[in-house]
């Protein structure tokens, strides 16, 4: 998708890795926050709600889909608390996780650990050469950056499937 025709988008450039649970750093030792994502049902959407010692932040991110391997056309709206709540009463598939944060030469390694998920890792860039430049840390030891497998819309949706 064009990034000229998405008015008010933001153009995320990240890359994502499965992370080997044995090598990781002591998370409790690091800055953390935790986040309740809500995926719409038949949208690309996602409510969220982050909570750290300091504060509750509630947004509903719109993604474009990829325009290449690592970057994608993203809104995010800043809600209040009333806001959410009504938002929250959509249909969709929830999960819980607590994001850590590991800085490893200078960018900020988002690590998420949510029950029966892969436990996973992912870097925000400011641009593309040095997301593409970048060697990731050594627990991050598959990359799945542009595996529709792994987006968190897909793997929630089959934590939430009824078994068959």
Same mark, same amino acid.
């Given at each position: 998708?064009?990034?000229?025709? &998405? @008015?008010?988008?933001? =153009?995320? $450039?990240?890359?994502?890795? /499965?992370?080997? *649970? #044995?090598? /990781?750093?002591? /998370? ?18 996602? /409510? ?11 947004? =509903?991110?719109? @993604? ?8 994608? !056309?993203?809104? %995010?709206?800043?809600? #209040?608390?009333?806001?959410?709540? $009504?938002?929250?009463? $959509? ?17 900020? $390694?988002?690590?998420?650990? *949510?029950?029966? =998920?892969?436990?996973? *890792? ?10 593409? %430049? ?7 030891? @598959?990359? &799945?950056?542009?595996?529709? *497998? ?9 934590? %939430?499937?009824? !078994?068959?």
């Amino acid at each position: 998708m064009n990034m000229t025709t &998405i @008015k008010y988008a933001k =153009l995320e $450039i990240e890359r994502k890795w /499965l992370v080997c *649970a #044995s090598q /990781l750093p002591d /998370l409790t030792k690091l800055p953390s926050k935790s986040i309740e994502d809500l995926y719409i049902n038949n949208t690309r959407m996602r /409510l969220r709600k982050e909570i750290t010692d300091q504060s509750v932040t509630y947004k =509903l991110c719109k @993604k474009y889909g990829l325009n290449n391997e690592i970057s994608e !056309p993203i809104v %995010n709206v800043y809600l #209040s608390e009333s806001e959410y709540r $009504i938002f929250s009463k $959509i249909d969709g598939n929830r999960i819980c996780k607590m994001r850590y944060y590991y800085p490893f030469e200078g960018v900020r $390694i988002a690590i998420d650990v *949510a029950k029966n =998920l892969p436990i996973m *890792a992912e870097a925000e860039f400011t641009d593309e050469h040095k997301a593409v %430049n970048f060697t990731a840390p050594d627990f991050c030891n @598959k990359e &799945i950056t542009s595996d529709k *497998a792994f987006e968190a819309v897909t793997l929630v949706k089959n934590l %939430n499937q009824p !078994p068959t």
